[in-house]
């Protein structure tokens, strides 16, 4: 079964400082990684994605994450944070195989002025 | 930039009751799934649903859940006898293919069972 693990609950982080937002993953297959941010009272949108290729990828906003497999992580970053990321980020994992998505239980980002 | 839209933001029904959450999802889009999110708790995958035929489910989606899409364009997720543990947000999304392409989610449907 595949499962994802977001340790922090919540991340703050002074604008214009970086920002790491962590992720691990189990799959059996390939995994295929995704980061989701979600606004107040808004559905989830997708911010990037790794399938294969550059362990590094880059997304939406800003956004960037980066795969190790040998860690089986996919942590999210960003190198200047900005007030409007405050929001809640949910990464997911879907095993090659199919087409199903797990998600991490999010991680709340506040950034402060 | 098309979006997957979900009618009512916000249903209140009474235990026992049924519910039908309609979700628009992008266009072109031959994939489409419902996930719920009770509050606090993370996003859980229910169903996915493609070529008119439930392709994947999970354990969650009992004999109470149905889902169709009746006419080419909705697609809906029935709970024929609410329960108050149904209580959630249900998530619409819609992803061209089923392998390495993103899923498209739409705002949301909370459900409130009383």
């Known amino acids: 079964a595949q499962s994802v693990a977001q340790p922090e609950d919540q991340v703050n982080v002074a604008e214009g400082n970086p920002l790491t937002v962590k992720c691990t993953y189990s799959v059996s297959g390939n995994p295929y990684l995704f980061w989701y941010v979600q606004y107040p009272n808004r559905g989830l949108q997708f911010l990037l994605k790794y399938i294969t290729g550059d362990n590094l990828v880059k997304g939406s906003y800003g956004f960037e994450a980066e795969f190790n497999k040998s860690q089986t992580s996919f942590h999210l970053k960003k190198p200047s944070a900005l007030v409007s990321d405050s929001a809640l980020y949910f990464c997911?994992?879907?095993?090659?195989?199919?087409?199903?998505?797990?998600f991490g239980k999010g991680t709340m980002l506040l950034v402060s002025p | 930039e098309p979006e997957v839209t979900q009618t009512p933001s916000h249903q209140v029904t009474q235990m026992g009751q049924e519910v039908i959450l309609r979700c628009v999802p992008i266009s072109n889009h031959l994939y489409f799934y419902w996930y719920r999110q009770i509050l606090g708790q993370k996003v859980e995958f229910l169903v996915s649903?493609?070529?008119?035929?439930?392709?994947?489910k999970s354990e969650i989606f009992d004999d109470q859940f149905s889902v169709e899409r009746p006419d080419g364009s909705n697609f809906t997720l029935k709970i024929r006898s609410t329960k108050l543990e149904d209580s959630a947000m249900y998530f619409c999304a819609s992803g061209l293919t089923g392998g390495t392409y993103e899923q498209y989610f739409g705002p949301g449907t909370r459900l409130t069972v009383t």
């Open positions: 649903f493609y070529n008119n035929e439930i392709s994947e």
């Open positions: 997911a994992v879907r095993d090659g195989g199919y087409s199903t998505l797990t």
